[in-house]
Structure formats: C-alpha cells, structure tokens
Antibody, heavy 123, light 110 residues
Framework: EVQLVESGGDLVQPGGSLRLSCAAS????????ISWVRRPPGKGLEWVSS????????YYADSVKGRFTISRDDSKNTLNLQMNSLRAEDTAVYYC????????????????WGQGTMVTVSS | QSALTQPPSASGSPGQSVTISCTGT?????????VSWYQQHPGKGPKLMIY???KRPSGVPDRFSGSKSGNTASLTVSGLQAEDEADYYC??????????FGGGTKVTVL
C-alpha cells in the first residue's frame, strides 16, 4: 500500500523551531518529488514547499522562504521540514504529499497524501 | 501569490449536479493547464479528483469532471451521492515553481 505518515508536530513558542518528518512506503521514493502542504485552522490549503525527485531543486512559498528548509533522505524513504523562527500564522495541520508523476519538480498535482501532523505556535 | 477564489459553499440533493468555480488570473489558471481538484473529508488527507484541468486519476468516478475557460476552472459533480459531501479545493501552477490553492468549497448533500 502506498502510504505517507507525518510526525513531529507539537506546541512550540513563537520564535521557536520544529522538525517535521514524513515516512514513505509502498513506492519508489527516490523517483518522485514530494511536497509539504498545510491547512491552518478554519482556512484552506496552502502550499508550503516542494523538493524534486533528485533533491537538486527545492522550492518554497514566499510566506516561509528563509525560515523553512525541506530535505529528503532517499536511503530512509524520509522527507523532512526544518521550521525555524516560527510564527502564530504557521499554526496548521501539515501534510506531506507525493507528486503524481515521476521525475518532476513537484509543484503540480499530488496523488498521495498523509493524514497530517498538527503544529501549534503559541505562547 | 493570492489564493484562487472559490465559493465558500455549494449544495444539491442526491442525484443532482453541483458545479464549483475556481477563479484565478492570467498568471495562474489562465496561463497553465496544471489545474487540479482535491476532495477532503473531515480528519482525512486530501484526495486528488482531477488533474490537468479535466483528467481523472484511476479510481475516481466519472461523475466528477473538470473544465476551464479563461481564468476560471470548474469542477462538476453529477449524480450527487451522500459520500460526496466534503470540502473541495482547486490548485493551479502559478509559474516559477509556485503553486496556489483556492480557499475551499464545502459541498453539502441535502
């Protein structure tokens, strides 16, 4: 079964840091770009970041550029998101999502999603 | 990058059709064929229903169809069923490795 499982969500103070992980199984991880998408409470989905299948390209929404870093470990079939300088507006459920096609940059359509992990930024 | 505009809600009776609009600009929806639609039930991750404007992934019923005209894309759900009640989101590639989503539409089956 193709599956993505997020972890690492927590309550953190403004200005703090958090690292999210996404464990993939059931497909050839290294062949696909993977992304992070978030959903703030009561709001819609927001694309956060994508990393290409090779890891050579990483892309960010303006709202997180310079604060978040996406990375992948193909030996462990794992995607990570390092989040620094967290703000209240970063509060959301964070989903990892698999690109629908092989070999892409990932900033397109996503055919497999995880269940999400909750990040709360509050003092 | 501004979010795409969707109506906050839509509804229909079982068996009827409902159409959800997704309005962007010439920098996103109007300029690319990369419009997708997702369905999300409470507490679950989103599910891809339509990609590249009007293509259905394997396993998605043909009751779901997509189209685009100018800067506005649309999702039509025909023959509404109780399990179609969910939030629906559109997304579009917006150039220079940027992706934008719509604000979401809650579909209610009356």
């Amino acid at each position: 079964e193709v599956q993505l499982v997020e972890s690492g969500g927590d309550l953190v103070q403004p200005g703090g840091s958090l690292r999210l992980s996404c464990a993939a199984s059931g497909f050839t991880f290294r062949n696909y770009a993977i992304s992070w998408v978030r959903r703030p409470p009561g709001k819609g989905l927001e694309w956060v970041s994508s990393i290409s299948h090779s890891g050579g390209g990483s892309y960010y929404a303006d709202s997180v550029k310079g604060r978040f870093t996406i990375s992948r470990d193909d030996s462990k079939n794992t995607l990570n998101l390092q989040m620094n300088s967290l703000r209240a507006e970063d509060t959301a459920v964070y989903y990892c999502a698999k690109d629908r096609e092989t070999g892409g940059h990932g900033v397109n359509s996503f055919d497999v999603w995880g269940q999400g992990t909750m990040v709360t930024v509050s003092s | 990058q501004s979010a795409l505009t969707q109506p906050p809600s839509a509804s229909g009776s079982p068996g009827q059709s409902v159409t959800i609009s997704c309005t962007g600009t010439s920098s996103d929806v109007g300029n690319y064929k990369y419009v997708s639609w997702y369905q999300q039930h409470p507490g679950k991750g989103p599910k891809l229903m339509i990609y590249e404007v009007n293509k259905r992934p394997s396993g998605v019923p043909d009751r779901f169809s997509g189209s685009k005209s100018g800067n506005t894309a649309s999702l039509t759900v025909s023959g509404l069923q109780a399990e179609d009640e969910a939030d629906y989101y559109c997304s579009s590639y917006a150039g220079t490795y940027n992706l934008v989503f719509g604000g979401g539409t809650k579909v209610t089956v009356l």
